[in-house]
């Protein structure tokens, strides 16, 4: 649950009859709630704009929906936040965006391009590991569970979500990128000295809401095996965000797992 709040006294004596109910911070009538979902207060008071929208408010009816109808959706509810719930705002030093969570059975936990424990490392993280191992000579980890690097600042944010079992980009269009894009521009114009790591097309296009005068911004082509040979592997992007914030006083990420 996002926020609490009693109801005012008013709305108690006027139950059964239409309400008109301003928005405030402190009264939001939120649809996830039956998801049981969590977030770090420091995003809560981030996004408190973005909460009380009429797009989000919509975003929530739909999967409230989806899941009435017996839809199964990933993550589950109390991970759909994961990474704001990992990584609190303050704490954000690095930022890599994925596209969409993993659309397969106990894949998806909330964190982009990371997976469970037990569950084993798809492909292109997979090659993110043989990256950090050519940049970095760290030993491949025998899991893909990258919550250590989120709880240091890695701030591992996808454009959507959530997404419907088996169907890739079904949740795409229903407000996320709305969502998602908010909190990049917040990132950027509230803090200095972050890293943004944008990896293929889709999360470059992301560029336009961060300053590259005040951050360090890194792209290179996605991971996936369609695309790591033309680019990603050998970018060495793992040694120069450690660099960048060594140099700001910032620090660095232990990026083995």
């Known amino acids: 649950m996002l926020y609490s709040a009693e109801l005012p006294d008013q709305l108690k004596k006027n139950i059964g009859q239409p309400v008109k109910v301003e928005p405030d911070a402190k009264l939001v009538f939120f649809s996830l709630q039956s998801m049981s979902v969590q977030i770090d207060s420091s995003w809560k008071a981030v996004l408190k704009k973005e909460f009380k929208a009429d797009y989000f408010q919509q975003l929530a009816n739909h999967l409230r929906t989806e899941k009435e109808l017996k839809k199964t959706i990933y993550p589950p509810g109390p991970l759909i936040f994961n990474a704001y719930n990992s990584t609190p705002c303050e704490q954000v030093k690095v930022v890599i965006i994925g596209q969409d969570p993993y659309h397969g059975p106990e ?9 469970p424990d037990g569950v084993p490392p798809p492909p292109s993280l997979q ?3 043989k990256e950090l191992e050519s940049d970095l000579g760290l030993r491949r ?10 709880n240091q600042g890695v701030f591992l944010l996808n454009a959507s979500l959530t997404v419907r079992a088996g169907e890739a980009m079904s949740h795409a269009q ?5 969502f ?11 803090r200095s ?3 943004f790591l944008l990896w293929g097309k889709f999360a470059q296009e992301k560029a336009k809401y961060i300053d590259a005068q005040k951050h360090l911004v890194l792209k ?6 369609l695309s ?3 680019g990603f592997l050998g970018c060495r992007h793992f040694s120069q965000t450690n660099a960048y914030l060594v140099a700001n006083r910032i620090q660095p990420i232990d990026w083995s797992l």
């Open 107 to 115: 894949q998806a936990h909330g964190l982009s391009f990371s997976v």
């Open 127 to 129: 090659n993110i590991f």
């Open 141 to 150: 980890p025998n899991h893909g569970n990258l919550t250590h690097w989120a």
């Open 174 to 178: 229903i407000g996320w990128a709305q």
């Open 180 to 190: 998602t894009d908010a909190t990049i521009h917040a990132l950027a114009s509230k």
């Open 193 to 195: 000295h972050l890293v």
């Open 220 to 225: 290179a082509a996605h991971p996936s095996p």
């Open 228 to 230: 790591a040979h033309n």
